[in-house]
């Protein structure tokens, strides 16, 4: 008996000029912090470089992430939140998977990592979200880490 393979859904192709278009249009958006030690635990980021806050009728798409750590043996959990206040305040809605990051005993630099999104994380201010940001949890308060995130914005 043959094994007949059944084609699935044509996926999309990725079009470079739409995200050329998409920064003259001043649509394209990058929010990026570096060098910031919020501490053990979990912590809301709500540092102005990194939060989005929402205006009515915002749709902001979310493509790709960088997180980092520049400190030796430390580790970390990241994820892209919602937030139901300005400024990464109020409940938060955690719109990805944690990505995990470590440094070993001895890095030299800073040790990161990039994770692109596809469908593109979708952030609306008709559901409820306010602001955009990230959730950490730092295995120590020494931990130095930067991190970022980049898409677009568009009208609901």
């Known amino acids: 008996m043959a094994i007949r393979r059944v084609p699935g859904p044509a996926q999309p192709v990725h079009d470079v000029r739409s995200d050329v278009a998409r920064v003259v249009a001043g649509q394209a958006m990058r929010k990026w912090v570096n060098d910031i030690t919020p501490g053990a635990g979990w912590s809301d980021l709500n540092n102005p470089g990194l ?17 980092g750590i520049t400190t030796v043996s430390d580790s970390g959990h990241f994820v892209v939140c919602t937030y ?16 995990h990051i470590l440094t070993g005993a001895a890095i030299a630099g800073f040790v990161d990592y990039h994770h692109a999104y596809t469908p ?21 308060a020494a931990c130095n880490i930067g991190v970022g995130w980049s898409g677009w914005k568009e009208c609901e």
Do not use: M, W
């Open 51 to 67: 939060v989005y806050n929402l205006q009515r009728g915002d749709c902001i798409l979310i493509v790709a992430v960088c997180i």
């Open 84 to 99: 139901d206040q300005p400024d990464a305040a109020g409940a938060y809605t955690e719109k990805a998977k944690h990505l």
């Open 120 to 140: 593109p994380l979708v952030v609306k201010y008709a559901d409820g979200a306010r602001s955009v940001s990230f959730r950490v949890q730092l295995n120590d």
